[in-house]
């Protein structure tokens, strides 16, 4: 099914999920509006406005510190919106300047990760913008239980396209038509991961450097574990080595009581001496 929705990706890193788009629905008659009253009934946030809140107040109790915006923006074209260069940032204004609704581009459109692009979506992260028509901010004045259904729009939107995306700096324009359908949006996820305090970072490191400290100390035990295994061994083989000269020889000056004071190599060269000089053969 088609519900009109342009998603576009972004391939930069500070501006790492891009999303765009015209919400009409094409071909399928069904638009947001249908779609949200659906599921309305269900959506807490809807369930959260009461009678005498104006959807301004709507506005910016689900988004703290939003721009509310009173200005019929729903017909940009989409061939324009979609641009890397529409001046989307206009709408994140105290005021906005209304020559953005008749913008038209002056050259080539710039690249996605190109640093002007990269620049303005950074200068909105955070933030929010809803944009609302004369003829619709009339119509819910005149029948509140409206705003409703306009916020579950909004919310429908967002659930659909994942957003927000914790752990990110989050922003969303949202232009509304006058039958409180979502007519254009730009939902922006960037930054990166929320990163550590200082002092979590420091607490972090010294942590890391208590653990190579650790890791060092018990390879340098299991080294000498080993070695002493190896050591161990090569005395008991050498021992093993005497008994059967010994036996083979009769050289009783080789008896074992002499390998507490003569090292291993020692031992080894005397008793390989003694039996290649006496010509036995082990």
């Not at 400290?213 to 090569?234: F, G, P, T, V, Y």
């Not at 021992?239 to 000269?245: E, M, P, S, T, V």
Request: with cysteine; aromatic share 8%; net charge negative.
């Amino acid at each position: 099914m088609d519900y009109g929705l342009s998603n576009i990706l972004g391939a930069n890193t500070l501006t790492s999920i891009y999303r765009l788009g015209g919400a009409r629905a094409k071909n399928s008659g069904i638009s947001f509006m249908d779609l949200a009253s659906a599921t309305a009934a269900s959506s807490a946030a809807a369930a959260q406005s009461v009678n005498g809140v104006s959807f301004k107040e709507m506005c910016q109790a689900r988004f703290p510190g939003a721009y509310y915006h009173v200005i019929d923006a729903s017909n940009i074209p989409q061939s324009l919106w979609e641009r890397n260069d529409f001046p989307f940032e206009k709408f994140f204004a105290d005021d906005v300047d209304e020559s953005v609704l008749n913008w038209t581009p002056a050259g080539a459109e710039p690249p996605m990760d190109g640093s002007q692009v990269q620049a303005r979506f950074n200068s909105i992260l955070g933030q929010t913008s809803i944009v609302v028509p004369p003829e619709l901010e009339e119509k819910m004045k005149n029948d509140p239980s409206m705003a409703n259904k306009v916020m579950a729009n909004i919310n429908y939107l967002f659930a659909w396209n994942g957003y927000p995306i914790p752990g990110r700096e989050n922003s969303a324009l949202i232009v509304l038509d006058e039958n409180g359908e979502v007519a254009r949006w730009r939902l922006t996820s960037g930054g990166g991961l929320t990163g550590p305090t200082e002092e979590e970072q420091r607490q972090f490191e010294a942590e890391q450097k208590a653990k190579q400290k650790r890791r060092e100390e018990n390879a340098r035990l299991a080294e000498e574990s080993a070695l002493k295994r190896r050591l161990q061994e090569q005395e008991a083989a050498a021992i093993a080595l005497q008994h059967r000269i010994i036996s083979i020889s009769g050289h009783k000056e080789l008896l074992t009581p002499r390998l507490t004071t003569i090292p291993t190599q020692a031992i080894l060269a005397v008793t390989q001496a003694q039996v290649w000089n006496s010509g036995a053969i082990l």
